[in-house]
């Protein structure tokens, strides 16, 4: 059964509609989202279905194919749901879902078109994998939200109102790279994202003219960003900043590090330059693109796995069997992809090496005792769309 039948089948009448958004992978640009830097996601092939239809009353209603029992409260009471509340008091799933409800009737509580609904949500995007399984959610949910309360929001509102979901409704801190890639999602092409201005441009991949293909390797160690490690990065960028006299990490240079590296502890220091390096490779990979093709790339989305291992210290041991082992067989480049402490690898790999470097990480990952990884080729996809 595909996602779409599942959420259809899961509402249990007919919908008023299904909406759908897809999740991401990031070819570069890696926790820079948050210090307003630079960032070069993809939105991929796989997506999440929200089957929805109003009600007559003011209550929202989610279930979804990955929970046993749905999750049922008055529009006007959601906001009491979240951690700026105290503890997050339904499952972190539905957070998701209710808190872009809340996020978008926060914008203007007295709309017209505001109703209670009812949604279903079922979903082929990998969870836990660095995907943005939570920003498809938050897709496809705004998106629905959208139409049915004739909000007339765009893209980049409905991106924000995703983001507004995962920080206060479900207490993760991150950034809005995840929800921009998967709202301006374009086929063929990568979205080049100045978080600071929020500026877009789709910067056309060509990997399939240069026969390439990009592969996930989903180590399957789950992650969760709601958790220590994430919010530690941030708070050393925060304070990094703050030592150099800046609103954000953006505004330092690859220049600035010696005067940097006076400033603070070896810790904070290497936090600083692997975000000061990786927007650097960020704005490289683009000219790289256009001027030379993806075959062009390799190299720094290999440094800027270094970086993470070495400076932002948020890779895992399956992730780099990953990348090394793909690199050994004859990817271009490889790096992991998303917040880190698990979840996914990407792989640069010419069409004729595929098979080659999909055995040599399944097999460096069975010599060292890991769970098989799941490795699939993606392309740059549509972001969200009405199905039905
Ligand atoms: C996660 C976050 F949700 C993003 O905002 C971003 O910070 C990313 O980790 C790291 O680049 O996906």
Same mark, same amino acid.
């Given at each position: 059964?595909?996602?779409?039948?599942?959420?259809?089948?899961?509402?249990?009448?007919d919908?008023?509609?299904?909406? &759908?958004?897809?999740?991401?992978?990031?070819?570069?640009?890696?926790?820079t989202?948050?210090?307003?830097?630079? /960032?070069?996601?993809?939105?991929?092939?796989?997506?999440?279905?929200?089957?929805?239809?109003?009600?007559?009353d003011?209550?929202?209603?989610?279930? =979804?194919?990955?929970?046993?029992?749905?999750?049922?409260?008055?529009?006007a009471?959601?906001?009491?749901?979240?951690?700026s509340?105290?503890?997050?008091?339904? #499952?972190?799933?539905?957070?998701?879902?209710?808190?872009?409800a809340?996020?978008?009737?926060?914008?203007?509580? =007295?709309? #017209?078109?505001?109703?209670g609904?009812?949604?279903?949500?079922?979903?082929?995007?990998?969870?836990?994998?660095?995907?943005? &399984?939570?920003?498809?959610?938050?897709?496809? /949910?705004?998106?629905? @939200?959208?139409?049915?309360?004739?909000?007339?929001?765009?893209?980049?509102?409905?991106?924000?109102?995703?983001?507004?979901?995962?920080?206060?409704?479900?207490?993760a801190?991150?950034?809005?790279?995840?929800?921009?890639?998967?709202?301006?999602?374009?086929?063929?092409?990568?979205?080049?994202?100045?978080?600071?201005?929020?500026?877009?441009?789709?910067?056309?991949?060509?990997?399939?003219?240069?026969?390439?293909?990009?592969?996930?390797?989903?180590?399957?160690?789950?992650?969760?960003?709601?958790?220590?490690?994430?919010?530690?990065?941030?708070?050393?960028?925060?304070?990094?900043?703050? @030592?150099?006299?800046?609103?954000?990490?953006r505004?330092?240079?690859v220049?600035?590090?010696?005067?940097?590296?006076?400033?603070?502890?070896?810790?904070?220091?290497?936090?600083?330059?692997?975000?000061?390096?990786?927007?650097?490779?960020?704005?490289?990979? /683009?000219?790289?693109?256009?001027?030379?093709?993806?075959?062009?790339?390799?190299?720094?989305?290999?440094?800027?796995?270094?970086?993470m291992?070495?400076?932002?210290?948020?890779?895992?041991?399956?992730?780099?069997?990953?990348?090394?082992?793909?690199?050994?067989?004859?990817?271009l480049?490889?790096?992991?992809?998303?917040?880190?402490?698990?979840g996914?690898?990407?792989?640069?790999?010419?069409?004729?090496?595929?098979?080659? /470097?999909?055995?040599?990480?399944?097999?460096?990952?069975?010599?060292?005792?890991?769970?098989?990884?799941?490795?699939?080729?993606?392309?740059?996809s549509?972001?969200?769309?009405?199905?039905?």
């Amino acid at each position: 059964m595909t996602a779409l039948t599942a959420a259809r089948d899961l509402l249990g009448t007919d919908p008023d509609g299904i909406w &759908s958004a897809p999740g991401r992978v990031n070819l570069i640009g890696e926790h820079t989202d948050y210090n307003e830097g630079f /960032v070069l996601p993809f939105a991929i092939p796989h997506r999440t279905f929200a089957a929805a239809r109003l009600r007559e009353d003011d209550r929202i209603r989610v279930s =979804s194919t990955f929970a046993e029992e749905p999750v049922e409260v008055a529009l006007a009471d959601l906001s009491a749901l979240f951690p700026s509340e105290g503890d997050l008091r339904v #499952p972190e799933w539905s957070a998701y879902a209710l808190g872009v409800a809340w996020a978008l009737r926060d914008l203007d509580p =007295s709309a #017209p078109g505001i109703r209670g609904a009812d949604i279903a949500i079922a979903s082929d995007v990998p969870v836990g994998a660095g995907l943005s &399984s939570s920003a498809a959610i938050e897709g496809a /949910v705004a998106s629905a @939200l959208n139409d049915l309360w004739n909000l007339g929001l765009d893209p980049v509102a409905l991106a924000r109102a995703g983001r507004r979901a995962e920080n206060e409704a479900v207490g993760a801190p991150t950034g809005i790279m995840d929800q921009m890639a998967s709202m301006l999602g374009v086929a063929d092409a990568a979205t080049f994202l100045d978080c600071r201005t929020l500026e877009t441009q789709s910067i056309p991949t060509g990997f399939t003219d240069a026969g390439l293909e990009l592969l996930v390797i989903d180590t399957r160690v789950k992650h969760a960003h709601s958790t220590g490690g994430y919010r530690d990065r941030r708070d050393a960028c925060e304070r990094g900043a703050a @030592l150099m006299g800046v609103p954000a990490l953006r505004d330092v240079t690859v220049d600035d590090l010696p005067r940097a590296a006076e400033l603070m502890d070896d810790v904070t220091f290497r936090r600083v330059r692997h975000i000061v390096t990786e927007n650097q490779r960020v704005l490289d990979t /683009v000219a790289a693109l256009r001027s030379d093709g993806p075959r062009a790339i390799g190299d720094l989305l290999t440094a800027s796995h270094a970086s993470m291992r070495d400076d932002f210290e948020i890779s895992v041991a399956e992730l780099d069997t990953a990348v090394d082992a793909a690199l050994e067989a004859g990817a271009l480049g490889a790096r992991m992809t998303g917040g880190g402490f698990g979840g996914a690898a990407i792989a640069l790999v010419s069409h004729a090496d595929v098979a080659a /470097v999909t055995d040599a990480v399944e097999s460096a990952f069975a010599d060292a005792g890991y769970l098989a990884p799941h490795i699939f080729a993606v392309a740059p996809s549509a972001g969200p769309r009405r199905d039905a």
